[in-house]
């Protein structure tokens, strides 16, 4: 009977532990994937247009993407595939560059690097650092939920000053289930 509650204890302190093991995995791996993003991102600044994290990564960063008054900063990469926003933001590759006539169209995870764009406010503001060193300054024009397959986004729609930047996130925030809605916040170029 003592053999058995010890063969017992040792097999849930074995799961146990990997368990824990798991749960602190991920996080690691998601901290080191922000660390080579970062490296990548300052190739990219350098001149480096193939820029990569990681050698056999099939993403590479574009853009940084601030929001100053909620003081959260992201690298943006080219794709917005599953496996690109797992690591951060990706830039809708059927869309215009940032900057660029048209527009923009930026998704991620609302869990992640977007958790807080509900915060933001119509007039908030959104900088974007290209690799070559220029920051365009975009305003919040607007901020609405949609379906997922009605947006109602064009990505030839240059709004009033030429160049526009939709941030998309899943809704409602609160959320952990896939969704039919979508967050949006758009803002025109300043």
């Known amino acids: 009977m003592i053999?058995?509650?010890r063969l017992l204890a040792i097999g849930l302190l074995l799961i146990g532990s990997s368990l824990i093991g798991w749960g602190l995995y991920m996080p690691a791996k998601a901290a080191l994937a922000q660390i080579l993003?970062?490296?990548?991102?300052?190739r990219a600044q350098q001149g480096d247009a193939a820029a990569k994290p990681w050698p056999w990564a099939d993403i590479?960063?574009?853009?940084?993407?601030?929001?100053?008054?909620?003081h959260q900063k992201n690298i943006v990469l080219e794709g917005a595939s599953g496996d690109a926003m797992a690591f951060g933001p990706g830039h809708m590759a059927n869309t215009p560059a940032i900057g660029r006539r048209g527009t923009a169209i930026v998704a991620a995870h609302r869990d992640m690097q977007f958790e807080g764009l509900g915060q933001l406010e119509?007039?908030?503001?959104?900088?974007?650092t290209l690799h070559d060193g220029s920051r365009l300054?975009?305003?919040?024009?607007?901020?609405?939920?949609v379906r997922?397959?009605?947006s109602g986004l064009d990505p030839a729609d240059a709004g009033p000053t030429g160049a526009r930047l939709a941030l998309v996130t899943c809704f409602p925030?609160?959320?952990?289930?896939?969704?039919p809605l979508r967050y949006i916040v758009l803002a025109d170029r300043v």
């Open 3 to 5: 053999d058995r509650l």
């Open 37 to 42: 993003l970062e490296r990548a991102w300052v």
């Open 60 to 70: 590479s960063p574009v853009a940084e993407l601030e929001i100053p008054r909620l």
């Open 122 to 128: 119509r007039g908030d503001l959104i900088v974007a």
């Open 137 to 145: 300054v975009f305003r919040v024009v607007d901020l609405r939920v």
């Open 148 to 150: 997922a397959n009605a």
């Open 173 to 179: 925030f609160n959320g952990v289930l896939h969704s």
